[in-house]
């Protein structure tokens, strides 16, 4: 018997509480504890073999996706593409004969286009708040307990110094020569694939979590299993009706409106859309089989069926993506029809799910094990820290003292501010978190040390790295080929979100494979 | 005989403009108190606003810096 079915029959008997009933172990079958899995993520190496990775696949999407739309488009839009790329050019040879240039003007002429101001301007921006919020990270360092020098005056304190340095910043990095913004583009690329990579794994971990703690409770109640068989079948479902919508947008033999005037193809011209809307949900597929196969010791269905409701969201962002003048981009031309404001929401949305994604990862530290007491010798010795979960239990508050203190409330902080539950106990009532921090350092005699909640130079990295993200949303990926009106939208944003919907698959695939390709490595 | 309602209308306009900037520091004032993480997210997102619309309308302000624009 392979280990799967093994494991399925074991947990099968706890579903039904030792009650031996077909149902409770076909369910069980299909929802294992997925608990081990996350743990695969073995070592920081791991990460930034992934942030590489998906650069390379980010670069090289972008590298078929912009070929692909370049001999597709008309002339008027190639010439209004290339525009911006003979600028670029030119400036390009002219720093390479100039060694000390001089200006813009000289090396292109007195009229550049627009659109390099624009991202001249989003570069300078982005690169003041990556400074500003990298200067947070490195100043709140030393933070370990509330009341500290970092925590009450440079986490919590002296904001009018802040905005000023904020200021001066954003003030000082426009006066920066331009030669300077080209490096910044590229340490911005990575900074993006680090902050999408980041999220990928948050977006892993929570799968996870949420699979275990239906699980843990379906071994009291079957009805959870049921519940997570349900969820699990709605992911499907929701996967399928974005791939039955991708093919109804960008597809345009499938959409009747799609034949316009502008329009002169039919499906087969839009074979690069049609080849990852069908590639998504096969790989989804290809990940679910591979959880439930015996290769996986620890695989789930639930996160299975939420990745590849995730990869086929991401192909379907992506595809929305597509320059709004593409052809097989139907849904980009109806945006273009309605009104301003629908183009200002779907703007603004692009930015509030930065915004939101930026402050989750940011708060939860414990995600790749940089929780306030990642510096307690928690780490195992070899390096090998683990990335996604890291068992909670290090004991970091009991050092402090606080034995009864939950150490999975403080390191899964997810709100705003939350006091952990040690700052709850130590302070009663006391929800104000200023004052938590100023009663803890005056009376500091007779109360313990409260640990800080949530890792403070963590958050500002995050911030930094998403400040370096919206440069790139900004940009166009550092192409300068972005829409004018339009945020995340060309070519590059195409093969960004492709590559986040294969990354997130090709992750999720190695943490359960890896065990079994690597028995003797401690997950 | 127009100095009057120009000289009040100017002072309607300062005390607007000082309304404004101290309603403005008492918001963030508030919402540092509450909580730093929210205060963080408000210097990103004026990062995200000022960037969104300079990516706009830069051109006129960016020619004229003492960068090497000019």
Same mark, same amino acid.
């Given at each position: 018997?392979?280990?799967?079915r ?19 172990q076909?369910i ?19 990460l ?11 670069l ?17 839009n190639?010439?209004?593409n ?38 001249q ?44 340095a ?14 300077m913004?080209t ?32 699980v ?70 290809a ?6 196969s ?12 939420a ?21 097989c ?21 692009t ?12 708060s ?70 200023n004052?938590?921090?100023?009663t ?13 909640s ?34 995340d ?8 979100k ?26 | ?5 120009? +000289?009040?209308t100017?002072?309607? =306009? !300062?005390?607007? $403009?000082?309304? /404004?900037?101290?309603?403005?520091? +008492?918001l963030?004032?508030?919402? =540092? !108190?509450?909580? $730093?993480?929210? /205060?963080?997210?408000?210097?990103f ?5 000022? =960037? ?5 309308? /830069? ?10 624009? =000019?």
């Amino acid at each position: 018997m392979i280990p799967g079915r093994e494991r399925a029959r074991e947990s099968g008997k706890k579903a039904g509480r030792g009650r031996e009933r077909e149902s409770g172990q076909a369910i069980a079958f299909l929802l294992c504890r997925s608990r081990d899995a996350k743990t695969l993520l073995t070592s920081t190496s791991d990460l930034f073999v992934f942030v590489f990775a998906f650069f390379l696949i980010s670069l090289s999407l972008q590298d078929r996706a912009t070929a692909h739309g370049t001999t597709r488009r008309t002339n008027k839009n190639e010439e209004n593409n290339n525009k911006l790329t003979l600028f670029k050019n030119s400036f390009q040879q002219t720093q390479n004969k100039t060694k000390n240039q001089t200006g813009i003007a000289r090396a292109v002429g007195p009229h550049p286009p627009a659109a390099f101001f624009g991202q001249q301007a989003v570069f300078r921006v982005s690169l003041a708040s990556c400074l500003f919020f990298s200067g947070m990270a490195i100043a709140t360092s030393q933070a370990r307990f509330k009341g500290d020098k970092a925590d009450k005056t440079v986490q919590h304190g002296a904001w009018g110094v802040k905005l000023a340095a904020w200021v001066l910043l954003t003030l000082g990095c426009f006066f920066l020569p331009v030669g300077m913004m080209t490096p910044y583009g590229w340490l911005s690329r990575l900074g993006s694939a680090l902050f999408l990579c980041v999220q990928i794994l948050m977006l892993l971990d929570f799968v996870c979590e949420l699979n275990d703690s239906f699980v843990d409770a379906g071994e009291e109640d079957e009805r959870f299993l049921w519940g997570l068989l349900g969820l699990s079948g709605a992911c499907y479902a929701a996967a399928i009706a974005f791939v039955s919508v991708s093919f109804y947008f960008f597809n345009p033999g499938t959409d009747p409106q799609a034949s316009g005037k502008s329009i002169d193809s039919g499906s087969q011209d839009c074979s690069f859309n049609v080849a990852f809307i069908v590639a998504a949900p096969l790989g989804g597929l290809a990940v679910s089989a591979l959880a439930l196969s015996g290769i996986a010791r620890r695989g789930s269905l639930f996160p299975s069926a939420a990745l590849t409701l995730y990869a086929c969201y991401c192909t379907y962002s992506a595809l929305v993506s597509e320059p709004h003048d593409y052809r097989c981009n139907a849904l980009g031309r109806r945006i273009d029809a309605a009104s301003a404001t629908g183009m200002f929401l779907a703007v603004a949305a692009t930015l509030c799910s930065v915004v939101y994604s930026a402050l989750r990862v940011g708060s939860n530290s414990s995600l790749l094990g940089l929780g306030p007491e990642a510096d307690e010798g928690t780490s195992s010795s070899d390096g090998a820290t683990p990335l996604i979960s890291r068992r909670r239990g290090g004991g970091g508050a009991r050092r402090y003292g606080h034995e009864n203190v939950d150490d999975d409330a403080h390191l899964t902080s997810a709100g705003l501010d939350g006091v952990s539950p040690a700052g709850a106990r130590a302070l009663p009532g006391d929800e104000n978190e200023n004052s938590l921090s100023a009663t803890a350092v005056t009376s500091s005699s007779s109360l313990p040390a409260v640990p800080i909640s949530y890792s403070y130079p963590f958050f500002h990295a995050v911030f930094a790295l998403a400040s370096m993200h919206f440069a790139m949303l900004f940009s166009g990926y550092g192409s300068g080929a972005a829409e004018r009106a339009l945020v995340d939208v060309g070519w590059p944003s195409v093969g960004v979100k492709l590559a986040c919907a294969w990354v997130s698959l090709a992750v999720y695939a190695w943490t359960l494979v890896a065990p079994a390709l690597f028995p003797d490595r401690v997950f | 005989m127009f100095i009057l309602p120009a +000289a009040a209308t100017s002072c309607a =306009a !300062s005390l607007a $403009a000082s309304c /404004a900037c101290w309603s403005a520091g +008492a918001l963030g004032r508030s919402i =540092a !108190s509450r909580s $730093a993480r929210l /205060a963080f997210v408000g210097f990103f997102s004026l990062s995200l606003l000022l =960037a969104w619309v300079l990516r706009l309308g /830069a051109e006129p302000l960016v020619k004229h810096l003492p960068c090497e624009f =000019a």
